[in-house]
């Protein structure tokens, strides 16, 4: 599948869970990030992808660290993840 087709997916509301699921896994952190944003992806997926790109984040992947940035700027200062206070 083309990345452009993977990213269509990973932010697609209606996207099958097996679907979804397999996109936890994507070599890219950009369509990863996208799941955090998907309100059809369940919550542990959200936050198994979450630890995964925190992680590359840390050992200095910088588009990992990049696509985070965006899903907190996207979500006001917050990740997907947070709780709410």
């Not at 932010?11 to 679907?19: F, G, L, N, V, Y």
């Not at 542990?44 to 790109?53: E, K, N, T």
Request: hydrophobic share 45%.
């Amino acid at each position: 599948m083309s990345a452009a087709a993977r990213e269509a997916l990973s932010t697609d509301p209606s996207a099958p869970a097996d679907a979804v699921a397999a996109l936890a896994d994507d070599p890219s952190p950009v369509i990863r990030a996208n799941l955090l944003t998907n309100p059809a992806v369940p919550a542990d997926l959200r936050y198994q992808v979450h630890a995964s790109l925190a992680a590359e984040a840390a050992a200095g992947d910088r588009e990992a660290e990049n696509a985070l940035a965006w899903v907190r700027y996207d979500r006001s200062g917050r990740t997907a993840c947070d709780t709410p206070e």
